[in-house]
């Protein structure tokens, strides 16, 4: 048999519930964006399912980046193997894709014989032909999402009210939250301009009309701890605060809205042993009047 | 074959049809010194001997390695006995000169058995010879008296002698012991009078029993006060029997006699020969090598002037060959002439001159042309001429010699042009440059060069690059200008472009949404905008009738929301994918052509595109082979982008949005950091397919880096780094075409690392 008569096969068998195929079976979505994002989804046979990212595809404010891990019945699985088995993985024509843009890799492998699809993102349209399989692993990976082992997520506290137009000065704290179930260490947000804050003149439009991209003006974060270790503890399901002062100058009165991000790109996952988690995150928009 | 067979005079008996070896006898060879050698029952060698003693001594370097054997002959004035030792001591004085043996001439200063001893007479006949550098110690008369002058002349050698010779004499003028040592060091040190050092004398007196002039007794004869000089091959045979018997003299000197096969008198002043060299138009030929080979052999070189003085030679029939690289040699015989006076021997000798006639095959031609030097010679076959090559116009500094080699009065030779420098000194190019051609061998430089026209490819006039392909399904229409404008490949690439804005699609199907609604063309999917201050992330969506808050839990991946550009076609904004879709409401205007986006495409994009690909290949003529830093067949890419501001959307046009969402092909996103997309979409244009899983790919692109048409780590690729050589084909097509519609010439191009 050739390797796509054994993958059929044994995925059939799968789908079917057999316990020996369904170990053997997996599937993974690797999402990849050249030098910014890559995020893992793996579902094994067993039902056990795990995710890994290190920035959200969106630069989604308050999202979690880190381990997360859930488990799935045996339906889901059986599910997903019938999905896989109807998409015919091998046999699907070239997805459009971008140059640099992003990139979709669906990897399974089934009765020792694994097979791959590169699916490019250009063509709304085109995706229709996989779209039962990526709606499936969507939902999964929403609810493996939700169940972090080890999570970093931002958030920015500072005071959006009382504020005058011109040039201001700032005292905030970003916030960085584990929501997971093991401590984390991160390079520490205080060194080596690893934070920084963009804020924007909010336009207010007729709701029918789309407004265009904000303009946005990056501030300086100015760290209030001086000589900060190289390392910074966030508990399991805790959260550690990081004092910053910034100035900002705001033109005019009127609402504005600003977000933080962090971003270390440091190699290394540990420290002496501890998990290290590294990456990108970004505060969800903080509204602030200037008057 | 058997044992060798000794010759005999007359001649030898061997077999026909017998293969035989005949052993020739040891030759030996006689130097008869005649004249005024010594004074009266005197042992010291006279000063006027020297020039037959520089005779002997060029005689012995001509035939080196004899044995030596000095035999003194007497007259028959005096004693018998007498006669016999005195010459004994005269051919042991000469024995030592030759040797210079100072110990063995400063015993002569002693009382002596036979013969006077020196003294003062000796010592200044010897400072009369030698001199400080300039003049000889004395001046005087030679009269034996130990006066005033000769004093100041032992003092004034005494000084000299100190000074160069590394000696502590006394400068008191006093002939002492060691004052004699010195000077009869300096004396036996005058130029070419002394045999090689190890070379071993033997001495014999024949006294008066062998005279040359036959005479009775007390006779007075000056031929018979002689010194016959023996050189032996292979030993002295017979060796020499002491003392000589009288009255019959030693049987072994007619032995000696009879065996010698050359002899020589030196009874006169030794020759010089003149040569003068002259080429066949008289012209003085310098530095040709003479060699002369006789009774004596010697070499020289002429001068300046053509001419080469070799004296200290025995009269006699000499061979000579005079030569010089570039000149036939010339070979004949000449006398050379002695007398009781020095004499010259004028020799003219005509040298004349070997010619090369270079031509190239064509003599017309451009860089990475290979062609033929061809030429005539009279050289003899086998003479390697090393072609060198000359700029007529500006300096071609890399410009390499060649060797080519005679042969049947011939030269073929290919050569390749290669590294000329067109560059005119002034910032400009030569439109052509005469390279001229000659031939060395030695310090024979062929007389007229050679010339060979080397055209400039330098300049051709735009040509449009026009190319519709297919590549995964996809098409693409490449299309640019290229042109070479001093030897630089100058490469245009333009883009229509089109205002637009940015909006998103969000596939909701997930959260029950199905159908088409709002414009929206596809079922289950809505377009989407962002009011927040995250570019990347649609907050609301178009449920059909309102703009709404995405729904909760609403996850970006990477299948479930992407961005598309619109277009402002009359009042409405279309989509410009040409999925027929249609945007609710308005978008807020901007200036696209205010200064941040002007500057962003017209600087920004136009710079980066020109970095990536200009300067990072050059395409060069195949198979030339210039170096680098000429130009010649090399032409360096500079690529420049440009955009055309449309106001329709038709086939090829680019959607340039505000916003920093991701860019694809045909929407360009001005906030957007990567800004090499521009780079990477000329390339599409300068007919190169995308190098990524799901682009517009050639499967069959292998090597180089790319493997079925995917390489991830370049321009084209997912990672959209660096310029390949695959990048480059359309532009080496191009140079072809251009070459040969302005020069006529057709050859092939390649892209090589700049």
């Given at each position: 048999?050739?390797?796509?008569?054994?993958?059929?096969?044994?995925?059939?068998?799968?789908?079917?519930?057999?316990?020996?195929?369904?170990?053997?079976?997996?599937?993974?979505?690797?999402?990849?964006?050249?030098?910014?994002?890559?995020?893992?989804?793996?579902?094994?046979?067993?039902?056990?399912?795990?995710?890994?990212?290190?920035?959200?595809?969106?630069?989604?404010?308050?999202?979690?980046?880190?381990?997360?891990?859930?488990?799935?019945?045996?339906?889901?699985?059986?599910?997903?193997?019938?999905?896989?088995?109807?998409?015919?993985?091998?046999?699907?024509?070239?997805?459009?894709?971008?140059?640099?843009?992003?990139?979709?890799?669906?990897?399974?492998?089934?009765?020792?014989?694994?097979?791959?699809?590169?699916?490019?993102?250009?063509?709304?349209?085109?995706?229709?032909?996989?779209?039962?399989?990526?709606?499936?692993?969507?939902?999964?990976?929403?609810?493996?999402?939700?169940?972090?082992?080890?999570?970093?997520?931002?958030?920015?506290?500072?005071?959006?009210?009382?504020?005058?137009?011109?040039?201001?000065?700032?005292?905030?704290?970003?916030?960085?939250?584990?929501?997971?179930?093991?401590?984390?260490?991160?390079?520490?947000?205080?060194?080596?301009?690893?934070?920084?804050?963009?804020?924007?003149?909010?336009?207010?439009?007729?709701?029918?009309?789309?407004?265009?991209?904000?303009?946005?003006?990056?501030?300086?974060?100015?760290?209030?701890?001086?000589?900060?270790?190289?390392?910074?503890?966030?508990?399991?399901?805790?959260?550690?605060?990081?004092?910053?002062?910034?100035?900002?100058?705001?033109?005019?009165?009127?609402?504005?809205?600003?977000?933080?991000?962090?971003?270390?790109?440091?190699?290394?996952?540990?420290?002496?042993?501890?998990?290290?988690?590294?990456?990108?995150?970004?505060?969800?928009?903080?509204?602030?009047?200037?008057? | 074959?058997?044992?060798?067979?000794?010759?005999?005079?007359?001649?030898?008996?061997?077999?026909?049809?017998?293969?035989?070896?005949?052993?020739?006898?040891?030759?030996?060879?006689?130097?008869?010194?005649?004249?005024?050698?010594?004074?009266?029952?005197?042992?010291?060698?006279?000063?006027?001997?020297?020039?037959?003693?520089?005779?002997?001594?060029?005689?012995?370097?001509?035939?080196?390695?004899?044995?030596?054997?000095?035999?003194?002959?007497?007259?028959?004035?005096?004693?018998?006995?007498?006669?016999?030792?005195?010459?004994?001591?005269?051919?042991?004085?000469?024995?030592?000169?030759?040797?210079?043996?100072?110990?063995?001439?400063?015993?002569?200063?002693?009382?002596?058995?036979?013969?006077?001893?020196?003294?003062?007479?000796?010592?200044?006949?010897?400072?009369?010879?030698?001199?400080?550098?300039?003049?000889?110690?004395?001046?005087?008369?030679?009269?034996?008296?130990?006066?005033?002058?000769?004093?100041?002349?032992?003092?004034?050698?005494?000084?000299?002698?100190?000074?160069?010779?590394?000696?502590?004499?006394?400068?008191?003028?006093?002939?002492?012991?060691?004052?004699?040592?010195?000077?009869?060091?300096?004396?036996?040190?005058?130029?070419?009078?002394?045999?090689?050092?190890?070379?071993?004398?033997?001495?014999?007196?024949?006294?008066?029993?062998?005279?040359?002039?036959?005479?009775?007794?007390?006779?007075?004869?000056?031929?018979?006060?002689?010194?016959?000089?023996?050189?032996f091959e292979g030993g002295i045979q017979p060796a020499p029997v002491k003392p000589c018997p009288s009255p019959k003299g030693c049987k072994e000197y007619a032995v000696w006699s009879d065996a010698t096969v050359e002899s020589v008198d030196l009874d006169d002043m030794p020759g010089t020969l003149v040569v003068t060299a002259s080429d066949d138009k008289g012209a003085p030929v310098e530095g040709a090598d003479v060699h002369i080979a006789g009774t004596v052999s010697a070499d020289g070189k002429t001068d300046g002037s053509g001419v080469?003085?070799?004296?200290?030679?025995?009269?006699?029939?000499?061979?000579?060959?005079?030569?010089?690289?570039?000149?036939?040699?010339?070979?004949?015989?000449?006398?050379?002439?002695?007398?009781?006076?020095?004499?010259?021997?004028?020799?003219?000798?005509?040298?004349?001159?070997?010619?090369?006639?270079?031509?190239?095959?064509?003599?017309?031609?451009?860089?990475?042309?290979?062609?033929?030097?061809?030429?005539?010679?009279?050289?003899?076959?086998?003479?390697?001429?090393?072609?060198?090559?000359?700029?007529?116009?500006?300096?071609?500094?890399?410009?390499?010699?060649?060797?080519?080699?005679?042969?049947?009065?011939?030269?073929?030779?290919?050569?390749?042009?290669?590294?000329?420098?067109?560059?005119?000194?002034?910032?400009?190019?030569?439109?052509?440059?005469?390279?001229?051609?000659?031939?060395?061998?030695?310090?024979?430089?062929?007389?007229?060069?050679?010339?060979?026209?080397?055209?400039?490819?330098?300049?051709?006039?735009?040509?449009?690059?026009?190319?519709?392909?297919?590549?995964?399904?996809?098409?693409?229409?490449?299309?640019?200008?290229?042109?070479?404008?001093?030897?630089?490949?100058?490469?245009?690439?333009?883009?229509?472009?089109?205002?637009?804005?940015?909006?998103?699609?969000?596939?909701?199907?997930?959260?029950?949404?199905?159908?088409?609604?709002?414009?929206?063309?596809?079922?289950?999917?809505?377009?989407?905008?962002?009011?927040?201050?995250?570019?990347?992330?649609?907050?609301?969506?178009?449920?059909?009738?309102?703009?709404?808050?995405?729904?909760?839990?609403?996850?970006?991946?990477?299948?479930?929301?992407?961005?598309?550009?619109?277009?402002?076609?009359?009042?409405?904004?279309?989509?410009?994918?040409?999925?027929?879709?249609?945007?609710?409401?308005?978008?807020?205007?901007?200036?696209?052509?205010?200064?941040?986006?002007?500057?962003?495409?017209?600087?920004?994009?136009?710079?980066?595109?020109?970095?990536?690909?200009?300067?990072?290949?050059?395409?060069?003529?195949?198979?030339?082979?210039?170096?680098?830093?000429?130009?010649?067949?090399?032409?360096?890419?500079?690529?420049?982008?440009?955009?055309?501001?449309?106001?329709?959307?038709?086939?090829?046009?680019?959607?340039?949005?505000?916003?920093?969402?991701?860019?694809?092909?045909?929407?360009?996103?001005?906030?957007?950091?990567?800004?090499?997309?521009?780079?990477?979409?000329?390339?599409?244009?300068?007919?190169?397919?995308?190098?990524?899983?799901?682009?517009?790919?050639?499967?069959?692109?292998?090597?180089?880096?790319?493997?079925?048409?995917?390489?991830?780590?370049?321009?084209?690729?997912?990672?959209?780094?660096?310029?390949?050589?695959?990048?480059?084909?359309?532009?080496?097509?191009?140079?072809?075409?251009?070459?040969?519609?302005?020069?006529?010439?057709?050859?092939?191009?390649?892209?090589?690392?700049?």
């Amino acid at each position: 048999m050739i390797e796509s008569e054994v993958f059929e096969a044994a995925l059939s068998k799968a789908a079917a519930g057999n316990d020996p195929a369904l170990q053997a079976f997996g599937i993974e979505r690797l999402t990849l964006v050249p030098q910014s994002v890559e995020e893992r989804l793996v579902i094994e046979g067993s039902g056990r399912a795990s995710m890994s990212t290190d920035r959200s595809l969106a630069d989604l404010g308050g999202y979690e980046i880190g381990e997360f891990r859930g488990a799935l019945d045996k339906n889901a699985v059986q599910e997903l193997a019938t999905l896989l088995l109807q998409m015919k993985l091998a046999k699907l024509g070239p997805f459009p894709a971008s140059p640099g843009g992003v990139q979709v890799r669906i990897s399974a492998v089934a009765g020792g014989a694994s097979q791959q699809a590169v699916i490019g993102t250009a063509d709304p349209a085109a995706l229709d032909r996989v779209r039962p399989l990526l709606s499936k692993l969507d939902a999964i990976a929403g609810e493996v999402h939700k169940k972090p082992v080890a999570s970093l997520s931002l958030t920015a506290d500072f005071p959006s009210e009382g504020i005058q137009a011109g040039k201001v000065s700032l005292r905030m704290a970003l916030v960085f939250r584990n929501g997971g179930s093991e401590g984390i260490y991160i390079s520490h947000p205080a060194a080596a301009s690893r934070c920084a804050l963009v804020y924007g003149f909010k336009e207010e439009l007729p709701p029918d009309v789309t407004p265009l991209p904000m303009e946005l003006h990056e501030a300086i974060l100015k760290p209030a701890l001086r000589d900060p270790p190289p390392y910074l503890y966030v508990p399991a399901g805790n959260e550690a605060a990081v004092g910053f002062e910034s100035t900002l100058l705001l033109e005019k009165p009127g609402k504005y809205l600003a977000r933080a991000s962090y971003t270390d790109a440091s190699p290394g996952n540990t420290v002496a042993g501890r998990r290290k988690l590294r990456g990108a995150v970004f505060s969800a928009d903080t509204a602030f009047k200037a008057s | 074959m058997g044992e060798p067979i000794p010759y005999a005079p007359g001649g030898v008996k061997i077999s026909v049809g017998v293969p035989a070896v005949v052993a020739l006898p040891a030759r030996t060879y006689r130097v008869r010194l005649v004249g005024l050698l010594y004074e009266n029952d005197k042992t010291f060698l006279l000063p006027p001997a020297m020039h037959s003693i520089r005779t002997l001594k060029r005689f012995y370097d001509s035939h080196p390695g004899l044995q030596v054997l000095v035999n003194g002959h007497a007259d028959r004035q005096g004693p018998a006995d007498y006669n016999r030792s005195l010459s004994e001591e005269r051919a042991k004085s000469m024995a030592a000169f030759l040797t210079d043996q100072v110990d063995a001439w400063a015993s002569y200063y002693k009382p002596q058995q036979v013969g006077q001893a020196w003294g003062v007479r000796e010592d200044q006949m010897m400072l009369a010879t030698v001199t400080d550098g300039s003049a000889p110690f004395y001046p005087g008369a030679i009269n034996g008296a130990l006066n005033g002058p000769t004093k100041d002349a032992v003092k004034s050698f005494q000084i000299w002698a100190n000074a160069n010779q590394g000696t502590s004499l006394k400068t008191n003028g006093v002939p002492d012991a060691e004052t004699r040592k010195a000077l009869i060091a300096r004396y036996m040190a005058q130029d070419e009078t002394s045999l090689p050092a190890g070379t071993e004398v033997q001495t014999h007196g024949c006294g008066e029993f062998h005279p040359d002039q036959p005479t009775g007794d007390s006779v007075s004869e000056p031929k018979n006060r002689r010194v016959e000089v023996f050189l032996f091959e292979g030993g002295i045979q017979p060796a020499p029997v002491k003392p000589c018997p009288s009255p019959k003299g030693c049987k072994e000197y007619a032995v000696w006699s009879d065996a010698t096969v050359e002899s020589v008198d030196l009874d006169d002043m030794p020759g010089t020969l003149v040569v003068t060299a002259s080429d066949d138009k008289g012209a003085p030929v310098e530095g040709a090598d003479v060699h002369i080979a006789g009774t004596v052999s010697a070499d020289g070189k002429t001068d300046g002037s053509g001419v080469a003085k070799i004296d200290t030679l025995p009269h006699g029939e000499y061979q000579l060959d005079v030569s010089k690289a570039g000149y036939k040699a010339f070979s004949g015989k000449v006398t050379v002439l002695t007398g009781a006076k020095a004499v010259d021997t004028p020799a003219p000798v005509t040298l004349t001159k070997l010619f090369v006639n270079l031509s190239f095959e064509p003599a017309k031609g451009s860089c990475g042309d290979k062609l033929r030097i061809k030429g005539t010679t009279d050289f003899p076959d086998g003479t390697e001429f090393v072609i060198h090559l000359k700029p007529r116009q500006g300096s071609s500094p890399n410009l390499a010699e060649l060797t080519a080699k005679a042969n049947g009065g011939k030269i073929d030779q290919e050569m390749e042009i290669k590294n000329v420098s067109f560059d005119n000194g002034a910032g400009g190019f030569l439109a052509k440059v005469e390279l001229e051609a000659t031939a060395r061998a030695g310090d024979f430089t062929s007389e007229t060069p050679a010339v060979l026209e080397v055209q400039a490819l330098s300049d051709a006039p735009a040509a449009d690059f026009d190319a519709h392909r297919t590549w995964s399904g996809f098409t693409n229409h490449s299309h640019f200008k290229q042109r070479i404008e001093s030897f630089v490949n100058k490469v245009d690439v333009k883009f229509d472009i089109i205002k637009a804005w940015g909006g998103y699609w969000v596939d909701l199907t997930s959260f029950g949404v199905t159908g088409t609604a709002g414009g929206c063309p596809w079922a289950g999917r809505r377009w989407a905008r962002v009011t927040g201050a995250n570019d990347m992330a649609p907050d609301q969506y178009y449920d059909g009738s309102n703009w709404v808050a995405m729904p909760a839990g609403f996850s970006y991946t990477g299948t479930n929301y992407g961005a598309i550009a619109f277009w402002k076609h009359g009042t409405k904004f279309e989509s410009t994918d040409g999925s027929g879709g249609t945007w609710p409401g308005a978008f807020a205007d901007y200036d696209f052509n205010s200064a941040k986006y002007t500057t962003l495409r017209n600087t920004t994009w136009v710079n980066v595109t020109h970095d990536v690909w200009s300067r990072k290949f050059d395409i060069r003529r195949k198979d030339c082979h210039s170096e680098p830093k000429n130009k010649c067949c090399r032409y360096p890419l500079e690529v420049s982008l440009a955009f055309n501001t449309v106001a329709s959307l038709v086939a090829e046009v680019i959607a340039v949005c505000p916003g920093k969402l991701r860019s694809n092909a045909a929407n360009w996103f001005m906030d957007e950091p990567r800004v090499r997309v521009a780079a990477h979409e000329s390339g599409h244009h300068m007919d190169n397919p995308d190098e990524y899983a799901g682009g517009a790919v050639d499967p069959t692109l292998n090597g180089d880096g790319a493997v079925n048409g995917i390489d991830a780590d370049c321009i084209m690729g997912q990672n959209l780094t660096g310029v390949k050589k695959r990048h480059c084909h359309a532009f080496a097509e191009m140079v072809q075409k251009l070459i040969k519609a302005k020069y006529g010439r057709d050859s092939i191009y390649e892209a090589v690392p700049s």
